[in-house]
């Protein structure tokens, strides 16, 4: 069994697959940096009872050495970390490449083995990000805001605001706060969305471009956006299991 694991700065994915072609099952955790190894050993070892390979990607550094420790302790091996030295076979076009997050690269070597090696990712995140991938070049990104992070920083600064789910309202025009907030989040991020990839497609004069989108909220977003695109909520962990058989 091989287990890749995706770090965010909300949540970490855990994939498992059996074959090593294909994700059979995924987990998800809140990501809670001050967690020690004992406390995050109690969870991963219900989802983790074995595995012969393993790939992490981490944007969170404090975690690496806490999932370093379990896989040695539990499953007797190394585990490879996305970064320097990992072959991916994409080349980075950057004014600084060690700036360029795990995550990027991840979802970079899926979408151009899985998809198009010329596309538009995008992850929807504690960041949303666009990244413009070239025939295998990362060419660029584009960072915004991401709807839990808009969400909290409107909450936290409206006091008479009340917390809400992120689901879609009833109608796009709220008749009471719950709706009006779900509203402006959701239709103004996929607006958001459908602006940056206009914009996007005729920067490029591509307007055939394949736009794929992932990331935690890509399934709420995904039935509000008009622009065309693929929904791949898993394509990270299948970036990293392509990314085991090229680094055996």
């Known amino acids: 069994m091989k287990v ?16 090593g072609q294909s994700i059979d099952k995924v987990y998800r955790i809140n990501t ?61 076009n950057s004014d600084n490449p060690k700036e360029v997050g795990a995550d990027l690269i991840g979802n970079t070597v899926a979408a151009t083995t899985l998809y198009d090696e010329t596309c538009l990712i995008i992850d929807l995140g504690t960041a949303t990000t666009f990244t413009y991938v070239e025939k295998k070049v990362l060419k660029g990104v584009v960072i915004a805001t991401g709807l839990t992070t808009s969400k909290n920083a ?24 719950d709706d009006s907030i779900k509203s ?5 991020h996929a607006s958001m969305i459908d602006g940056m990839i206009r914009r996007i497609k005729a920067t490029l004069n591509n307007p055939q471009l394949k736009v794929v989108l992932t990331g935690g909220h890509s399934k ?29």
């Open 4 to 19: 890749v694991i995706d770090i965010g700065n909300t949540t970490i994915a855990i994939g498992v697959s059996k074959d």
């Open 32 to 92: 809670e940096k001050n967690k020690s190894y004992d406390e995050y050993t109690l969870l991963l070892k219900d989802f983790i009872p074995s595995c012969s390979e393993a790939m992490v990607s981490s944007v969170v550094p404090e975690l690496n050495e806490v999932f370093r420790e379990f896989f040695l302790q539990h499953c007797n091996l190394s585990p490879l970390f996305l970064g320097q030295g990992v072959k991916t076979g994409i080349q980075i």
């Open 184 to 188: 402006g989040l959701l239709y103004g």
């Open 220 to 248: 709420i977003v995904y039935p509000l956006v008009e622009e065309q695109m693929i929904k791949d909520e898993t394509l990270i962990l299948k970036g990293l299991l392509i990314l085991i058989e090229k680094n055996k």
């Open 154 to 177: 409107l909450i936290n600064k409206a006091s008479l605001l009340p917390q809400i789910e992120l689901t879609p309202p009833k109608k796009l025009l709220g008749t009471n706060s």
